[in-house]
T-cell receptor
Framework: AQKVTQAQTEISVVEKEDVTLDCVYE???????LFWYKQPPSGELVFLIR??????QNEISGRYSWNFQKSTSSFNFTITASQVVDSAVYFC?????????????FGSGTRLLVRP | EAQVTQNPRYLITVTGKKLTVTCSQN?????MSWYRQDPGLGLRQIYY???????DKGDVPEGYKVSRKEKRNFPLILESPSPNQTSLYFC?????????????FGPGTRLTVT
């Protein structure tokens, strides 16, 4: 069955530290998409990145980087030189080509607290 | 500004009193969906719609109804709310129906049923 696991419930770091948020997924589909969303304290969900199952190239966007490894079914997210504004709940999500509902299957989220 | 809007943002109601949460998007998106967010469970899909007049159940549809009479609007209806429907609700939309499209979310509606 499809599933997304974010084992880290909460992480606390001091500003300027690097932090990695883990995401492990399960799927039987060969074509699927992985996403990361950010939920700041204000509550909205902000799209960060999408990756398809055929593209294992890592991606960097400013202080954010993502490491996709099919061999370990992981799609980890690293924030370099964290800032207080990075404090939020981060969700990893999976969408499967075979699923006709096209729903996003979310992990339970990781709450990141960046202390000044 | 391209956005998904939801109203109301906060609602406290009593068991059994029918309510509607509205959702509207101004991006001409085909696909719309409702999710509920509960602590420790992430978000779960309630209903979705691939286009006007095309709706279907998600993973947790019990106690909810939806309609899609116009492309931009996708209201969520709770005919007889119960306390277990206390949750944070999100409406989402994407350009088309397909697993590759990112979904854009509304600001959320926090519902409390007493």
């Amino acid at each position: 069955a499809q599933k997304v696991t974010q084992a880290q419930t909460e992480i606390s770091v001091v500003e300027k530290e690097d932090v990695t948020l883990d995401c492990v997924y399960e799927t039987r589909d060969t074509t699927y998409y992985l996403f990361w969303y950010k939920q700041p304290p204000s509550g909205e969900l902000v799209f960060l990145i999408r990756r398809n199952s055929f593209d294992e190239q890592n991606e960097i966007s400013g202080r954010y980087s993502w490491n996709f490894q099919k061999s370990t079914s992981s799609f980890n997210f690293t924030i370099t030189a964290s800032q207080v504004v990075d404090s939020a709940v981060y969700f990893c999500a999976l969408s499967e080509e075979m699923d006709s509902s096209y729903k996003l299957i979310f992990g339970s989220g990781t709450r990141l607290l960046v202390r000044p | 500004e391209a956005q998904v809007t939801q109203n109301p943002r906060y609602l406290i109601t009593v068991t059994g009193k029918k309510l509607t949460v509205t959702c509207s998007q101004n991006m001409n998106h085909e696909y719309m969906s409702w999710y509920r967010q509960d602590p420790g469970l992430g978000l779960r899909q309630i209903y979705y719609s691939m286009n006007v007049e095309v709706t279907d159940k998600g993973d947790v549809p019990e106690g909810y109804k939806v309609s899609r009479k116009e492309k931009r609007n996708f209201p969520l209806i709770l005919e007889s709310p119960s306390p277990n429907q206390t949750s944070l609700y999100f409406c989402a939309s994407s350009w088309a129906s397909g697993s590759s499209y990112e979904q854009y979310f509304g600001p959320g509606t926090r519902l409390t049923v007493t």
